[in-house]
T-cell receptor, first 111, second 117 residues
């Protein structure tokens, strides 16, 4: 099946710093989403981005489907950005579809 | 509009018991998926329902089952609980199943944290 790898696995930043999180996938996908998991476990939607570039405030994302990767940019980070960031993809295989999550990037922003 | 609602938020059960978790999707969403999150295995897909039919299933034993009602609300059931079933169970809803071209963005509930003792 498809492999979804995220890097880096852990990231510590000082408040105000910028960062780039990466999601690599090994085959074609139908869609891709980025999520932020808060300390209470809820997955918060960040972007639905099977291709192209989107921006939402301090966050932006780019997916290059032909090269099988997606990037999440966080600018001017804040302590509330701390948590785990996941990308998730869906793909079709053998007449059915799968929806899998990457391993996540754990981000800690220090005040 | 209201988001995805999962109940209960927390559960403590004993080995061998069974448990039922509930998920109410966003109004207008007909696809409901369930996921298990553990520290060791990460987020894993359990199953997905669309229009009251199970459309897809992950690699979990038959002790894990689910259903979807005509109002799109879904329940999952775990029978004969094992210690390894302790996890955060997350439910997601979308207008369409993940493989369709449009309206496939998934929205997650706050999860049910199950502890098996």
């Amino acid at each position: 099946g498809i492999q979804v790898e995220q890097s880096p696995p852990d990231l510590i930043l000082q408040e105000g710093a910028n960062s780039t999180l990466r999601c690599n996938f090994s085959d074609s996908v139908n869609n891709l989403q980025w999520f932020h998991q808060n300390p209470w476990g809820q997955l918060i939607n960040l972007f639905y981005i099977p291709s192209g570039t989107k921006q939402n405030g301090r966050l932006s994302a780019t997916t290059v489907a032909t090269e099988r990767y997606s990037l999440l940019y966080i600018s001017s980070s804040q302590t509330t950005d701390s948590g785990v960031y996941f990308c998730a993809v869906s793909y079709t295989t053998s007449g059915t579809y799968k929806y899998i999550f990457g391993t996540g990037t754990r981000l800690k922003v220090l005040a | 509009k209201a988001g995805v609602t999962q109940t209960p938020r927390y559960l403590i059960k004993t080995r061998g018991q069974q448990v039922t978790l509930s998920c109410s999707p966003i109004s207008g969403h007909r696809s409901v998926s369930w996921y298990q999150q553990t520290p060791g295995q990460g987020l894993q897909f359990l199953f997905e329902y669309f229009s009251e039919t199970q459309r897809n299933k992950g690699n979990f034993p038959g002790r894990f089952s689910g259903r979807q009602f005509s109002n799109s609300r879904s329940e999952m059931n775990v029978s004969t609980l094992e210690l390894g079933d302790s996890a955060l169970y997350l439910c997601a809803s979308s207008r369409n199943p993940p493989h369709r071209g449009q309206d496939t963005e998934a929205f997650f509930g706050q999860g049910t944290r199950l502890t098996v003792v």
